[in-house]
């Protein structure tokens, strides 16, 4: 695995490295709450989806849900974790209006899910691994509403009870750079599996960020966690940030509080929510209404066989099988969609073998370069998966080129249509019929007599000569065709 | 007809089922009597309405001839059970007016066989308490007094409603709820019937929560055979309920009358007490001969943790009480005092919602609980729970089917008389039934004598986890040998 460099800041005393570790809740893909049967349907009135276990009503019992327990077993499963058979929830007590119970159900000494390990994509094609120091299962709280009314509060349940995954890294990640791209990963992996949607904007995933910074290899510094960012650019903004921050104070010979802080993304910077002092005594004990969650090897086996293709193995497959460069093949994997979108064309290439990378090229360049610049996501594609594959084979067995078949594509994203008819009805067909292109290639050497001379010591000017019969024939001569006949007559 | 509140729960069934009389006529009898004992403070809510028409509807399937278990059987309910439509406080001010909008589902179940319910009973608050001195709405009175007394004296508790109501021929049955002893200290109290079955036979869904890991419902009735047909509907596996444990609910009556010969009791020497009333101490030794003249054996054993099990107790039970009550915060439902922001409500809240004892255990809980004392308080508890556990299994490992012990250290005592200065001289009260909550063990309570003052005393008879049956056994031997015990009406 190449390990990457990473980014060291410069202070007045000299380098400075950041040491970060983050805590991600994603919120577990499931029909049903984590301890009760309401629905976890995002949205709807205010209240409407809620139990009287989600508002603690005297004498209500929390009931595992098990769909969430697959969940969490099979994330962990997805970050090359350790399943743990045995573990217990644990009420974290505190008194919030959010938080009927008075408590979170969690777990604290004993996670369903331990160490683990992901690698993270770097710009370059590089790699970082970053260690996973423990999954575990949580509630989520309600909201406070409190823009209903100027003397009032206002609560809404609906979300209260909801299932979450709290996974821990381990502080592995040194920049800015590796811990986006860490997010990024984590979300693409539970995107794959399922097991979260990763919608940050509905609060689906969030991330507490710590932050700590030391002199490169040096005992490491008091760290901050920045609270609840659910977007991965301010994640990046508030680690720079931060860690700037810490330095400035080191520097001037001060010392870094323990604190809690929020990133203000209109201002780009982080401010103190409360101090090490403030923080709550959570009192954490096993709850005693939920029995250890127990289940075998078996379980976590079958769970195991059934798991998709993740990124890092649909990666190393797009290498293996189609040639694509590790780069290209972690861009295409990179959201599920996209690779799903790609293997939908693979599926419906006339050669796979032939074409694989070609369509890789596509995918990337001509399809996401297109999308990006109209700001859509690849499921509001107007070229489908079909019609790229369409237009793939229809250069792969040398019926149009590769310039005519960028025109083809823009008629397809335009105006829709089956390519390899638009191309008959338009008559975009590349000529491969050598009478034809013997005419056009024997007209410019006959126009071309100095040129043609001066070709034999000068060979790279073939290429002019290539380029004036494409020119010549409209863009639908084979320039393969053309390049040999050129060289044949030319006497090169 | 008031002498139908006289009969035994069995008398009454066969009763109705003969048509000697009818559901609405024991329900009527049993109204009455409530109404004539409203001295005693048993009931905290009376739903006569909702009686009559529970009697009615059963008499309607009686006439039919469907004959649920416990058809037009009028019951009284301690007020830590849900019921729906019915306020429901657990005798705390902190609930207020609260009327649930389900049922729990002991209290369904009762229903499902045809019960009638009387009403909601008289507890301590949120079960805190040894004497059911701590209720919102006052103590409530034990129908027994000393002889030539007429101080009014405490039922026990926290289960006090119920041991009263039924000691008193108020209800033919009550539900009760046993923490560390709520079942069996007022039963022993009252010379009536008590039994905490194992942790896990009884659902807990829809019990105001006190201390998860150790509350158990279980029946107070007139006899045995009485406590058996109640149990029997009350207990039961309950998806809600994922401590609730999926065994099937034996026909725990058909264990009354069945032969103790050879069966082999063990007489636990760490509950000898210093200082112990001589005659709890004859009481026991009367009890284990009763135990022998019916064919039991009798074993000297030693469950050497015991000493520790009360002190243990003391932070197990506080630490999870100071965590089940959180949700009383004055935001969703009961009593809210407003404040000038939320902590202000909170504290004005519970200030005001609590009572002193309820308080103590918060507080007593919080501090175990807390960074820096966990593993010296909490951890160190649950850890003397895991060694008492092992001195029963110990124990039963050796062959011993039951173990006889007396159920409290003393008799009834005075309204006010204890606990007023030094709560732990209350606590003291709990010593001989707190190990077998901890131990999750079934555990009953049977009149077995009287003190020199005419109060009623009471054995324990300790058993191997669902082994209920053989407690119903052998406590029916007791209550042969002790005979019945009423107490005259002075209210």
Redesign the interface.
């Known amino acids: 695995m190449s390990t990457a460099t990473h980014k060291l800041l410069k202070g007045s005393t000299g380098d400075w490295e950041m040491v970060i570790g983050i805590e991600i809740h994603a919120q577990v893909t499931s029909n049903a709450k984590l301890f009760s049967g309401a629905s976890t349907v995002f949205g709807g009135e205010p209240n409407s989806h809620v139990s009287?276990v989600d508002?603690?009503?005297?004498?209500?019992?929390?009931?595992?849900n098990e769909e969430c327990v697959r969940q969490a077993v099979r994330t962990g499963l997805g970050l090359n974790a350790k399943i743990n058979l045995r573990s217990v929830f644990d009420?974290k007590?505190y008194?919030?209006?959010d938080l009927?119970?008075?408590?979170q159900i969690s777990q604290y000494a004993s996670p369903i899910v331990g160490e683990g390990e992901v690698v993270v994509d770097l710009d370059g094609g590089k790699t970082a691994n970053i260690g996973i120091e423990r999954l575990h299962l949580e509630q989520d709280p309600g909201k406070m509403l409190h823009d209903r009314s100027p003397s009032l509060s206002f609560?809404d349940f609906n979300r209260c009870g909801v299932a979450l995954m709290e996974i821990v890294s381990k502080p592995d990640i040194r920049d800015a750079e590796q811990a986006k791209a860490y997010v990024s990963k984590l979300r693409s992996i539970m995107r794959y599996l399922g097991t979260c949607d990763g919608d940050m904007e509905k609060g689906s995933l969030r991330a507490d960020v710590n932050v700590s910074v030391r002199k490169p290899g040096g005992p490491l510094g008091t760290r901050c966690e920045i609270k609840n960012m659910n977007s991965i650019t301010f994640i990046g903004q508030a680690i720079e940030y931060e860690a700037r921050r810490q330095i400035e104070i080191l520097e001037d010979g001060g010392q870094i509080e323990q604190e809690t802080r929020r990133f203000d993304p209109n201002k780009g910077e982080t401010r103190s929510m409360r101090s090490k002092e403030e923080a709550h005594?959570y009192?954490?004990?096993p709850?005693?209404?939920?029995?250890p969650l127990e289940f075998d090897q078996a379980f976590v086996d079958e769970l195991k066989a059934k798991l998709p293709e993740l990124p890092d193995q649909k990666k190393m497959r797009f290498v293996a099988d189609f040639g694509l460069s590790a780069y290209d093949a972690s861009v295409l994997v990179a959201e599920r969609e996209s690779a799903m979108f790609y293997e939908t064309v693979l599926d419906k290439l006339a050669n796979r073998a032939r074409d694989g990378k070609m369509a890789a090229n596509w995918v990337i360049n001509e399809l996401f370069g297109r999308l990006n610049k109209e700001g859509r996501d690849i499921t509001g594609s107007p070229v489908t998966a079909e019609q790229l594959a369409a237009i793939i084979d229809l250069i792969g067995e040398g019926t149009i080129s590769g310039k005519i078949a960028k025109d083809l594509f823009e008629i397809v994203w335009q105006e829709g249509g089956d390519p390899r008819a638009l191309v008959e009805s338009r008559g975009m067909k590349q000529v491969t019929d050598l009478s034809a292109i013997e005419k056009v290639v024997d007209d410019i050497i006959a126009a071309n007599p100095d040129k043609a001379a001066q070709v034999k010591d000068k060979p790279q000017s073939l290429g002019w000569f290539v380029g004036q019969v494409m020119k010549a024939s409209g863009g639908k001569a084979n320039p393969q065709s053309v390049n040999d006949l050129l060289k044949s007559k030319l006497g090169i | 007809m008031t002498d139908l509140t006289s009969l035994t729960l069995a008398e009454a069934r066969k009763g109705l089922a003969d048509k000697t009389f009818t559901s609405l006529e024991l329900t009527d009898a049993h109204l009455d009597a409530i109404e004539a004992a409203r001295v005693l403070n048993a009931f905290v809510m009376e739903t006569p309405d909702q009686a009559r028409s529970m009697a009615r509807a059963a008499d309607e399937k009686i006439a039919k001839g469907d004959v649920g278990p416990l058809a037009g059987i009028p019951l009284g309910i301690k007020d830590l059970?849900?019921t729906k439509g019915v306020r429901?406080t657990?005798c705390s001010k902190i609930?207020g007016n609260?009327v649930?909008?389900?049922e729990?589902t002991v209290t369904s179940q009762l229903w499902r066989d045809g019960a009638v319910m009387l009403g909601k009973l008289n507890n301590d608050e949120f079960a805190m308490g040894s004497a059911n001195e701590t209720s919102c709405f006052g103590p409530v009175g034990n129908p027994w007094r000393r002889e030539g007394s007429n101080t009014t004296l405490v039922p026990g508790g926290s289960s006090g409603g119920s041991a009263s109501a039924v000691a008193a021929l108020l209800c033919m049955g009550a539900t009760a709820t046993d923490t560390g002893g709520s079942i069996r200290q007022p039963a022993a109290f009252t010379a009536t019937v008590g039994i905490k079955p194992t942790y896990g036979r009884c659902s807990?869904?829809?019990?105001?929560?006190f201390?998860?890991?150790l509350d158990q419902a279980g029946p107070i009735a007139r006899s045995v055979r009485d406590a058996a047909m109640l149990l029997r509907s009350m207990a039961g596996h309950d998806?809600?309920?994922?401590?609730s444990v999926d065994i099937a609910v034996p026909d725990y009556e058909a264990a009354i009358g069945k032969s103790v010969k050879g069966m082999k009791i063990g007489i636990p020497k760490e509950y000898r007490l210093d200082g112990m009333p001589a005659e709890i101490e004859k009481l026991w030794s009367e009890g284990a001969a009763w135990l022998k003249a019916a064919g039991a054996e009798l074993v000297e054993v030693s469950l050497p943790h015991t000493k520790y099990a009360l002190p243990a107790y003391y932070i197990v039970a506080p630490?999870?009480a100071?965590?089940n009550?959180?949700?009383y915060?004055g935001?969703?439902?009961g009593l809210r005092e407003q404040g000038r922001n939320?902590i202000e409500l909170?504290e004005n809240t519970r200030a005001e919602g609590f009572g002193a004892e309820v308080r103590r255990r918060v507080m007593i809980g919080?501090y175990v609980?807390?960074?820096g004392y966990?593993d010296a308080y909490?951890l160190r508890a649950q850890k003397v729970r895991t060694l008492i556990k092992k001195d029963f299994e110990d124990c039963f490992a050796k062959g011993v089917d039951a173990i006889l012990t007396p159920a409290t250290p003393s008799a009834a005592f005075g309204i006010g008389e204890k606990g007023g200065t030094d709560p732990v001289e209350m606590y003291l009260n709990d010593i001989f039934t707190v190990t077998v909550n901890m131990a999750g063990l079934p555990g009953i309570a049977v009149p077995a004598g009287k003190d020199r003052q005419g109060l009623p005393l009471g054995l324990q008879l300790i058993g191997r986890p669902f082994d209920e049956e053989t407690l119903f056994s052998l406590g029916e031997v007791i209550e042969q040998a002790a005979g019945r015990f009423t107490p005259t009406r002075w209210w």
């Open positions: 009287l508002v603690a009503m005297p004498g209500m019992l929390p009931v595992i009420r007590n008194f919030y209006p009927p119970q008075g408590y609560i005594d009192r954490y004990f709850d005693p209404d939920l029995l | 059970f849900a429901t657990a609930l609260f649930p909008t389900y729990s807990r869904w829809g019990i105001v929560a201390a998860s890991s998806p809600k309920d994922t401590t630490a999870e100071s965590s009550l959180a949700r915060d935001v969703r439902y939320i909170y919080t609980l807390s960074a966990y909490y």
